[in-house]
């Protein structure tokens, strides 16, 4: 018997950090979050150019038709290679046969004018038509100028924004900044150490993987008012693993929870991506119920039909060589390596 679902959604990605697996260590021992964002992912960015990007996407894309997602919320960050980079993620994608919301995380890091030409390759891409949202790396690296520009571009665009939101407990003033800016339609990331009663408005993306990874604790999201949906924050796109560790975290909190809320969490990513809905994964295995797949490992897609088109059949994909990807994707991973 095999169940059939729709499309998964993963509703925060990283599109271009696929490539960093067995990049060199960093020259410190990062000790905590900041520094782990300084010593790797804030060297990996700077490094990456659009050649890069485009076999970085295409390798997350593939990854993420072989778990059964079809769709992924992505968060881009490329500061020397802005301009074009969401149409590189796009159309990269678009040949694996995978739908994606792009987003390009505006920062002051590189000073006001990186932040300006994010905010350009956000409005570039949207208005010429791509499927995107209004990126903000976060409120503790951007002014408030920044912010309240993103915000308003997200406005004058008719667009949510897709923000982290205190990952790490150097971005508590996430709230108080961001005050009166945030709408329904907005995606606040991680949200761990947000406060209960808070005043942001929009749907709560978890990353259990990525949160205890970088030990900055539990975000415990059903204490939050907001809908929630999962997210991988760049660590694959395999989003029944992402339930089953939600539902597995949540537990250790609350011995008397059952995976329904988790689940609800996973079917969330649909809301933001309704054209996943049209899509039809089906399972090595029935049924595809959450109290089944809480203690099911290895369960994985034989078919998945985006629209009508069979992507992914017979353990490979259809539109795209799998092998040609990994072996692209590992010249390029070569090549990125060497510049840090
Ligand atoms: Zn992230």
Redesign the pocket.
């Known amino acids: 018997m095999n169940a059939t679902t729709p499309g998964l959604v993963c509703a925060?990605h990283?599109l271009y950090s696929a490539l960093a697996r067995g990049m060199p260590a960093p020259p410190h021992t990062p000790t905590n979050f900041q520094e782990i964002l300084e010593q790797i992912w804030w060297r990996l960015d700077v490094a990456l150019d659009l050649d890069m990007l485009y076999w970085s996407a295409q390798l997350g894309a593939l990854e993420a038709l072989e778990a059964g997602t079809t769709a992924i919320v992505d968060?881009n960050e490329t500061p020397n290679a802005i301009e074009g980079s969401l149409s590189v993620i796009a159309d990269a994608c678009a040949e694996v046969g995978v739908r994606v919301i792009s987003a390009y995380g505006i920062t002051d890091r590189h000073g006001a004018d990186g932040a300006r030409r994010g905010l350009e390759e956000n409005e570039r891409f949207i208005k010429g038509g791509g499927k995107a949202l209004v990126g903000i790396h976060a409120a503790f690296t951007c002014s408030d100028e920044s912010l309240q520009s993103a915000a308003g571009l997200a406005k004058d665009l008719g667009v949510g924004v897709h923000i982290?939101v205190c990952e790490g407990v150097g971005d508590i003033d996430a709230p108080a900044r961001l005050e009166g800016l945030t709408t329904d339609d907005w995606l606040l990331?991680?949200c761990v150490h947000l406060p209960d009663n808070h005043d942001l408005r929009g749907t709560i993306l978890h990353?259990p993987r990525?949160n205890l990874n970088n030990a900055v604790g539990y975000a415990n999201p059903a204490r939050f008012s907001n809908p929630v949906a999962l997210g991988t924050?760049?660590i694959g796109a395999n989003m029944i693993e992402s339930f089953r560790l939600a539902y597995a975290m949540q537990r250790s909190v609350d011995v008397t929870v059952g995976p329904d809320p988790a689940w609800s969490w996973l079917e969330k990513g649909l809301s933001i991506v309704p054209e996943a809905r049209n899509d039809e994964v089906t399972w090595s295995y029935d049924p595809m119920d959450p109290w089944h797949l809480a203690f099911t490992a290895g369960v994985h897609p034989v078919e998945v039909k985006v629209d009508d088109e069979v992507v992914f059949a017979d353990g490979r994909p259809t539109k795209v060589d799998a092998d040609e990807i990994r072996a692209k994707a590992y010249e390029q991973a070569q090549r990125l390596h060497a510049k840090l």
């Open positions: 925060h990283h968060h982290h990331s991680h990353n990525s924050d760049g």
